[in-house]
């Protein structure tokens, strides 16, 4: 939603849709504000776990994201930082028990339920520092949620990847970003995720090759998993298919 006044949000579980929805109503009933909400809600069969009881979980939900789990490999040899949203978003943590039981990579999985928030957040950060550039800077909530993390982010959703990407320049060890750039079509679910390249082993890979591009995996080691997974890497792209 391009319109300040609109806020959008893609959440998983029920408890970030009942969160999001007294939110809004607090905000446009008891506040009086002028806005309007956007909730993409799916029909996909899931099971509905109960709040995580974090500190902070309500306040990550509405402003954006928060984290969600972490897996500690066996035998760590790297960590990284899964961003996962909606329906995805299982998807993600499957791959995250795929990369510590497979490749030694241990990480923290974050619920990103809006990207739109978290961007215009960083972009009032950003102004208010280039205003005022003799002040201490001020952090947006998403540099202040990756401040202490390790490792890059791999970010996975049912949007275009423009849509994740806006926060790449925001974070400190880098970003990709995995979307359904393409044409619409009609399919399952699975074979879909798989065509735009956004499910399970989409993710494992995508993380691999990042983490090998800044050296901290062997290239070799991608190429492995690309077969492991049993992934065809002369698939079309799904932006021309």
């Not at 306040?59 to 899964?82: D, F, N």
């Not at 339920?113 to 201490?136: G, H, I, K, V």
Request: negative net charge; contains cysteine.
């Amino acid at each position: 939603i391009a319109f300040p006044t609109g806020r959008a949000y893609d959440p998983a579980y029920s408890y970030e849709t009942a969160v999001i929805i007294f939110h809004g109503l607090h905000k446009m009933y008891v506040e009086n504000e002028t806005c309007m909400y956007y909730l993409m809600l799916e029909n996909e069969n899931v099971l509905m776990p109960a709040m995580p009881a974090i500190e902070g979980v309500e306040e990550g939900i509405v402003r954006g994201m928060y984290k969600l789990r972490s897996v500690e490999a066996k035998k760590p040899e790297q960590r990284v930082q899964l961003f996962g949203s909606g329906s995805i978003l299982h998807g993600v943590l499957d791959a995250q028990q795929i990369l510590a039981d497979k490749y030694s990579v241990s990480s923290d999985v974050w619920s990103v339920t809006s990207y739109t928030e978290l961007r215009r957040d960083a972009q009032e950060c950003e102004r208010w520092n280039m205003l005022n550039p003799t002040s201490p800077k001020k952090q947006s909530y998403f540099q202040q949620q990756l401040e202490v993390t390790e490792g890059p982010v791999i970010a996975a959703s049912d949007y275009i990847r423009a849509l994740s990407e806006q926060l790449a320049p925001s974070a400190p060890n880098g970003m990709f970003c995995l979307g359904t750039d393409g044409l619409g079509r009609s399919e399952s679910r699975e074979n879909l995720r798989r065509h735009f390249e956004v499910d399970a082993e989409s993710v494992v890979i995508a993380t691999l090759w990042k983490l090998s591009k800044q050296g901290k995996v062997d290239a070799s080691v991608v190429d492995q998993a690309i077969n492991d997974l049993g992934y065809d890497r002369e698939k079309v792209s799904p932006l021309y298919a």
